[in-house]
């Protein structure tokens, strides 16, 4: 058991609208050629396994949750919204059968204009209402036309929002949007290759960790309210792209990106708008032309500093990428790198649990290659030296606090170790969801080594260190984590990766007040609580005899 205990000390998880009518009848056109290829429909969740599909495509309305612990909580009423192809509802209170067998698409516009004015203002302004309103709309909508077959004079409110098979309303999901805009949509497939942390796998990251259904169990979901509306970015296009303009020229502004990231564990938003990029950006953003598709940008003329977007979506040799998770290295700071000596149990890492990745080979094949191609976007406006030094002392920064972060989980290991940690495991509340982790989830699934951990001890052990040991900031429990852990949880969490994100994006205050300063700061806390922690067991060892 203590071997099981020992080898459970620091396990990581990242287990963690087209044609307008009139009185009913019909404008539109079919394009005389055909495609000439049956392409299979745009699957937000194709080559997925059946299990998964199971537990976030499925649709199950609000009457269970998302993920592998569905039956432990119900869905929050905002995930019709969050998540649709699981959990959207049709309203009750209006039956669109009607409309829609009918292809009324006038009484959407008719009705609408008077209960959300709001939203026929941003379609009438958008690229679905004047698809060939400029070359550039027209060039593209031709495309769509050849790929899907039909004349597009108007993309209209009954095209996204009617189920015609199943003749009722329905909340638009990316496969919605992927009907048309197929090569953006097959691109933001591309995220799964990565692996997490991405947009596409959002929801599971935020579901599959065992504190979600716990933390709901217990009556917290919607306190888990801004978790859920960021994470939402799986399945729909408007996280980015926001109702009901679509714009692709919002879409290409930092602020589109600044709502998500932002705050305590990746604070992009605070880093890039007050670096001298952002602070460039904020004083001539008139003079960005963001009408042009990024391939057509011309660094200095059309932006003078880079925007989220233009660093993140290009790809490689001048091409972009609807896609900005594709040269991810550091895998936004969470997963510890190989090219570095352990002392603590990091060493181990990933414990043998098998739904996680290794650990990150900053300088392997595929590593090297993404650099270059950051440096290819560096160097338009940089020199190549200074690029490619910036960039590794990036990665010097990021072994520096990921040996502080080793050094700190090993203090707390030893005090497992020597049975110090106060209160002990037996005496506290077990891991979240442990009586549901064995029932729900396979030794297959899990790793042998946690599946038999939860299995033998019930939850009743410390976890510490990426990612599971974080719990502890998402969930309340009885004295678990304990303080000493949590100070850990800061350090890793919290200041390591706002250390990260500050020199990742030129911040300097980000990087040391709000990264290094800090962590010092808090492994000396971690010092003097260990030595507390130690004292007052010698002395209680001393009374006791």
Request: proline fraction near 6%; glycine fraction near 6%.
């Amino acid at each position: 058991m203590k071997k099981i205990l020992l080898g459970m000390v620091a396990f990581a998880v990242m287990l963690p609208a087209i044609v307008e009518w009139t009185s009913g009848q019909s404008n539109v056109v079919w394009a005389t050629e055909q495609k000439t290829e049956e392409i299979p429909p745009p699957d937000l969740y194709k080559d997925t396994p059946a299990w998964y599909q199971a537990v976030y495509k499925d649709n199950v309305g609000l009457s269970e949750g998302s993920g592998p612990f569905t039956k432990y909580f119900k869905a929050q009423m905002l995930d019709m919204y969050w998540q649709p192809n699981r959990h959207y509802e049709p309203m009750e209170n209006l039956d669109h059968s009607i409309f829609i067998e009918q292809e009324r698409r006038d009484l959407c516009v008719i009705c609408h204009e008077e209960a959300t004015p709001g939203i026929v203002a941003d379609w009438r302004s958008s690229g679905h209402k004047h698809p060939k309103s400029t070359p550039y709309l027209s060039s593209k909508t031709a495309q769509i036309e050849k790929n899907i077959g039909r004349v597009l004079d108007e993309v209209h409110c009954f095209d996204c929002h009617a189920d015609t098979e199943k003749n009722q309303i329905r909340m638009p999901t990316g496969e919605v949007c992927g009907g048309c805009h197929r090569q953006q949509f097959d691109e933001f497939l591309r995220e799964r290759e990565v692996g997490r942390p991405n947009h596409l796998q959002s929801w599971e990251a935020n579901t599959i960790v065992p504190w979600y259904a716990e933390a709901a169990r217990r009556g917290y979901l919607y306190g888990q309210h801004g978790c859920d509306m960021c994470h939402s970015g799986a399945e729909k296009c408007d996280v980015c792209h926001t109702r009901h303009k679509f714009s692709a020229v919002e879409g290409r502004q930092p602020e589109a990106c600044m709502t998500c990231h932002m705050g305590p564990d990746h604070p992009d938003a605070e880093s890039y708008g007050e670096s001298k990029h952002g602070k460039i950006y904020e004083k001539e953003e008139e003079h960005y032309d963001f009408t042009k598709p990024l391939v057509e940008v011309r660094p200095g003329k059309d932006y003078r500093t880079p925007t989220c977007q233009y660093c993140h979506m290009y790809e490689k040799h001048g091409r972009f990428i609807h896609n900005p998770v594709m040269k991810g290295i550091w895998r936004m700071g969470t997963v510890p790198p190989s090219n570095l000596e352990y002392t603590s149990s990091l060493k181990d890492y990933p414990y043998g649990i098998k739904i996680i990745a290794d650990k990150i080979d900053i300088y392997s094949e595929e590593n090297v290659a993404k650099r270059s191609y950051w440096l290819e976007v560096c160097a338009k406006c940089h020199s190549d030296r200074f690029a490619d030094t910036y960039l590794k002392s990036l990665d010097q920064f990021m072994f520096q606090a990921h040996t502080l972060a080793d050094q700190a989980q090993k203090i707390v290991e030893d005090l497992i170790a020597d049975g110090l940690l106060y209160p002990e495991a037996a005496n506290r509340d077990p891991y979240p969801l442990s009586d549901g982790i064995v029932k729900e989830l396979s030794a297959d699934f899990l790793g042998e080594p946690v599946y038999n951990a939860f299995k033998t001890l019930q939850g009743k052990f410390p976890v510490v260190g990426p990612i599971l040991g974080v719990y502890g900031m998402f969930l309340q429990m009885q004295d678990n984590p304990s303080d000493i852990e949590n100070m850990y949880n800061r350090l890793w969490f919290w200041y390591k990766l706002q250390g990260y994100k500050g020199t990742a994006h030129m911040q300097q205050d980000v990087s040391w007040w709000w990264g290094q300063a800090p962590m010092m700061m808090e492994m000396t806390r971690i010092q003097a609580e260990a030595a507390r922690i130690r004292r007052v067991a010698g002395i209680e060892k001393t009374i006791a005899k």
